[in-house]
């Protein structure tokens, strides 16, 4: 079995802080490579010196993709399934930054349509090193229940 929580092991207004991670050039160049987004901003130091910003700055879709990997490395659930995220880029986040996401439970329920299954929403923070939130938002996920709590019909 993977590790991680199963939904019934949750409660509203449960906090975890995942691993952190440090951005690299690697990662930008392998998230362009990914994205086929090789924007100046991102890839051109010289270019990038000219912006508001200073200096090149990580993609900020790449803050949310490393957002959802902090939070599988962090094993918080067990086999969830997205289903929505909304998010918003509050400050740029640059090569040599330490990230790490704050989660906090907000929401959970039994799935109508799938019994067998919980709807979590969490509202998440991605700071930096500073503790400075980069980036935020909310994550909807669906996550198994425990198999004993569905014998008999019990129901979280």
């Known amino acids: 079995m993977l590790p991680g929580s199963y939904f019934d092991d949750l409660k509203v207004g449960d906090v975890k802080l995942t ?4 951005v690299t050039e690697g990662h930008i160049l392998a998230y ?53 995220w909304s998010w918003v880029f509050k400050q740029p986040i ?9 989660i906090r439970i907000t ?9 067998h299954m919980g709807v979590v929403v969490m509202a998440i923070d991605l700071v930096n090193q500073h503790d400075q939130i980069v980036q935020t938002g909310e994550h909807g996920l669906m996550v198994p ?12």
């Open 19 to 22: 691993p952190r991670v440090t």
């Open 32 to 84: 362009a490579g990914v994205a086929g987004d090789f924007s100046p901003i991102h890839m051109d130091a010289v270019y990038a010196q000219t912006t508001e910003f200073g200096g090149r700055i990580a993609h900020g879709l790449m803050g949310l993709s490393l957002t959802d990997g902090l939070k599988v490395q962090s094993a918080t659930f067990k086999d969830g399934i997205a289903l929505s």
């Open 94 to 102: 640059r090569i040599g930054d330490t990230l790490q996401a704050r």
């Open 107 to 115: 929401e959970a329920r039994v799935s109508k349509s799938m019994p």
């Open 145 to 156: 229940r425990r198999p004993e709590a569905l014998e008999g019909g019990a129901s979280a």
